[in-house]
């Protein structure tokens, strides 16, 4: 039996939630006929799955040690030295500038990564490990966690939050409307009109890793809305060449790249959802994307536990992309 006192960490979330996340492999069928039979109790009595825990809450585990696997520990997060670019931090959150090449997490491109190890997350545990604000022994269900996600291969601002708070309310933030994304990107052609909304139904192809954009509603598809706006305009030995602001509305799997290409517009450097034979001789091996903005809005709530954050903007100098060569 295993006893796990529920701190600030862990509150406010479903028990079926938090014994998914203290456990390793359980299948769910099998964590509800554990809380069904009373091996799970929340302060020696039975539960329900939907219970809702509070700090102090005492849950009991009458189960296999097998589920019970170690997340990294700190031997792990202690000999990682992290390589970090720190845009902004307060006791919340923490945005990054993440190098082009870096997984966020191990999770991506299919598990590509078999740890977080060499992960923006991972070097983000690490870094806060070593700077004393994060423990993973003094915690139950709770780890630093990503609040948006950008591709391998485009830099740019990540956010992470370093308690569960602050996860739970950007993430509503982020879904409510509250905090708009900007990209700097370089797309072959001169978009018409200089400046528009392009709107679509995304679907993903899981086996192709890819996604495709349809001008109607489609099974599986989802609403797709990317804003663009033209900066400036080149000639390039690849041809016309538009540097655009683009703010994203939704945030779907390659949005930007997808839909750019859909309207006839692919990016330079693209080589999933464009030809990039001319780009690559160029030297663009890679989307010539960056996640260089975020702004929050004036209208976050007072009683937000965010609430210092109305009206920041966070942000990159241009400069730092290697694309915008094209354009000095």
Request: aromatic share 8%; hydrophobic share 35%; proline share 5%.
């Amino acid at each position: 039996m295993r006893s796990l006192t529920v701190t600030e960490n862990d509150s406010g979330q479903r028990l079926d939630k938090f014994v998914l996340k203290t456990t390793r492999g359980m299948p769910a069928s099998l964590l509800y006929k554990y809380i069904r039979t009373k091996r799970i109790k929340v302060n020696g009595r039975r539960a329900n799955p939907s219970l809702v825990l509070a700090p102090g809450d005492v849950v009991e585990l009458y189960i296999s040690d097998e589920f019970f696997g170690a997340e990294a520990g700190a031997f792990e997060l202690s000999s990682i030295k992290p390589h970090l670019s720190v845009v902004y931090e307060d006791e919340n959150i923490i945005i990054c500038d993440k190098p082009e090449g870096v997984l966020v997490h191990s999770g991506d491109i299919g598990g590509e990564a078999s740890s977080d190890s060499n992960t923006l997350i991972g070097h983000i545990k690490a870094y806060l490990y070593q700077k004393g604000e994060y423990d993973p022994a003094k915690e139950n269900s709770f780890a630093p966690a990503l609040c948006n996600r950008i591709d391998r291969n485009t830099r740019g601002l990540v956010i992470s939050a370093k308690n569960a708070a602050a996860l739970r309310e950007m993430n509503r933030l982020i879904r409510d409307g509250f905090l708009s994304k900007y990209y700097l990107t370089v797309v072959h052609g001169i978009p018409t009109p200089r400046e528009g909304t392009l709107k679509g139904f995304l679907r993903k192809d899981a086996k192709a890793n890819t996604v495709k954009i349809f001008d109607h509603p489609v099974p599986g598809g989802r609403t797709a809305i990317t804003k663009y706006r033209v900066l400036k305009t080149t000639v390039s030995e690849t041809g016309p060449l538009s540097l655009l602001e683009v703010e994203l509305v939704t945030g779907r799997t390659h949005q930007i790249r997808a839909h750019m290409a859909s309207a006839g517009w692919p990016l330079l450097g693209e080589g999933k959802y464009g030809k990039n034979a001319a780009d690559r001789a160029a030297g663009y091996k890679n989307q010539a994307l960056m996640a260089y903005k975020i702004v929050f809005s004036h209208n976050i709530d007072e009683a937000s536990p965010l609430s210092y954050l109305r009206g920041r903007v966070i942000s990159l100098s241009p400069t730092k992309a290697p694309f915008m060569r094209e354009f000095r």
